[in-house]
């Protein structure tokens, strides 16, 4: 294992003001000074969305990346030959030489290569949906606590800043609107547009509910493709809350935005602008940042903000993320229990809307 030094001292002028890497052994450096662990990671999928993966793991501080796996030997060599790094010819020999991985292959694929590498000890972060069937990701989690290692899952708008701008507010919804409209994409179409969109906001809904979803209703349309290309639904919940989702991914103007709707408060996320606009009753003589909007004659004011994006990039700090969740080896943001009740409630969505295809088709439901 590497640490990363920031130098500093007369001892080492030569250095000064520069960072440089030398290999851990305890008690081998000064334990007055803050040293950076880095963990050896690769990329395995280097396609459209593994490529990004595989930029932000080249430079991110707690990351030294040390190659990539792709099926595609070509591509594997020109990315490696581009960062650097080694292009493993197999699972296997990248699973000796690293710590942790992203997984960003085809959704089939997750539950082979993550089992594969888990078993191995080696930490992965699996790209949504965790799996295709359940009964795989619960195989998954045994696998992680047989072998020590983390697991986490790429729902990625969980690090959205506007998301991240409820932190610290109590957010307690009754009602929860989401839109999630995305040009077609042929890459997106081995999974309905449930597991490829909605599954977004079926995890932000969970996460900020906090109950067991009750009741599912959905509908859905097959336009371009073989799979569910539109679908609404509708969440109810133990606690009485409702989630009211629909994606498409034919639409020509993209729009990913959710609504949060609860007592003395509303709270609307542009989740592509990464901008928050929240509304919340004022507590009796509280004095609080943001402007004051007068609630008529009930002498109560509304406070209103506005949250800029932050600039923070959010697949950078999900990557971070998980790396710091691994060396202080503390929860990762986004854990198998949670990736699979996203993927169940998606499942089930998916099955109700193909239903719906068929009575409209009038075919018998299979």
Known sequence: MWVRVQASGADISSFCGREFCVPWR?????????????????VVGVGSLGRHHLRWLSKLD?????????????????????????????LDALAEQVEAASIVVTTSAHFEVASRLLEKGIHCLIEKPITQKLEESTRLQEIADETGVKVTVG????????????DGLDVRPSFIEAHRLAAFDPRGTDVAVVLD????????????VQSEVADIQASAVAVISDQVDIANARLTFENGAVANLTASRISLRPMRKLRIFQKSGYYSLDLAAKQADLYRLAEPGEKAEGMRLPLGKSGKDIIYSKKEDSGQDMLGAELESFLDAIINDTPVAVSVADASEALRVALKIE????????????????
């Open 155 to 166: 729902q990625i708008e969980r690090f959205n800043p506007a998301v991240k701008s409820l």
């Open 351 to 366: 099955r109700i809307g193909l239903e719906s295809i068929a009575t409209m088709m009038g075919e018998k439901p299979s």
């Open 26 to 42: 305890k008690g081998a450096l000064d334990e007055n000074r803050t040293y950076m662990k880095k963990l050896k990671t690769a």
């Open 197 to 208: 969109l909605m599954i977004h906001d079926i995890d932000l809904a969970l996460m900020f």
């Open 62 to 90: 707690n990351s030294e990346l040390i190659g990539l796996y792709d099926i595609d030997r070509e591509r594997a060599g020109e990315f490696a030959a581009e960062y650097g790094v080694m292009a493993f010819d197999s």
